[in-house]
Structures are given as C-alpha cells and as structure tokens.
Nanobody, 128 residues
Framework: QLQLVESGGGLVQPGGSLRLSCATS????????IGWFRQAPGKERELVSC????????NYADSVKGRFTISRDNAKNTVYLQMNSLKAEDTAVYYC?????????????????????WGQGTQVTVSS
C-alpha cells in the first residue's frame, strides 16, 4: 500500500529553520515524482517544491527560491524539505504527494492534479 507520512512541522520564529520529512512506503522513488505543497487558511493549496523521479531535477515556487531546498534519500525512502529564513507567510499545512512517472524522469509537475497520493499534512507556524 502506497503511503506518505510527513513530519517535522512546528512553531518557529521568523528567520528560523525547519526540516520537513516525507517518509514513503509501498513504492519506489525511482518511479515517482514527489511534491511538497502547502495550504494556508482560506487559500488554495499550492506547490512549494517538487523533485523528479531521477532525483536530479527540482522545481521551486518563486516565493521560496533560495530559502527552501528539496532532497531525497533513496536508502531511507524519504524526501526532505529544508526551510530556511522562514517568514510569517510560510505559515501553512505542508503536504507531500506522489505522482507516477516513468523510470528516472527529470520532470516534476507543478499541478496538484498530477499527484494522486497524499500525506496527512504537518503544520508549520512562523510567528514571534
């Protein structure tokens, strides 16, 4: 059974850092792209970052470029989102999701519709 479980959220002051983890099971990252999305109250869910099944191509939302880094550890079947220089506007529930691809594809979609399995989400709150 394909599963994704997020962890690592919490309360952090502006300028601080957090690392989110997305532990996956039931599938190989070599055949799935992984996306990190977030949803703030009253707003639509949006892509934060994604990584292709090849593991060597990443995309970022303009709002997080230079501050967030996505990575993966195939041995641990885990995808990470390192978030630095956090701002109040980064406050949201963060979700990871998987999308089926061919083997080792660089491309990762920015569209929610291309991701068909989702984790339960982890809350990130940036506040002083």
């Amino acid at each position: 059974q394909l599963q994704l479980v997020e962890s690592g959220g919490g309360l952090v002051q502006p300028g601080g850092s957090l690392r989110l983890s997305c532990a996956t099971s039931g599938f190989s990252l070599d055949y799935y792209s992984i996306g990190w999305f977030r949803q703030a109250p009253g707003k639509e869910r949006e892509l934060v970052s994604c990584i292709g099944s090849s593991g060597d191509n990443m995309n970022y939302a303009d709002s997080v470029k230079g501050r967030f880094t996505i990575s993966r550890d195939n041995a641990k079947n885990t995808v990470y989102l390192q978030m630095n220089s956090l701002k109040a506007e980064d406050t949201a529930v963060y979700y990871c999701a998987s999308g089926r691809t061919d083997y080792h594809v660089s491309y990762c979609s920015r569209k929610l519709i291309d991701y068909d399995h989702w984790g339960q989400g982890t809350q990130v709150t940036v506040s002083s």
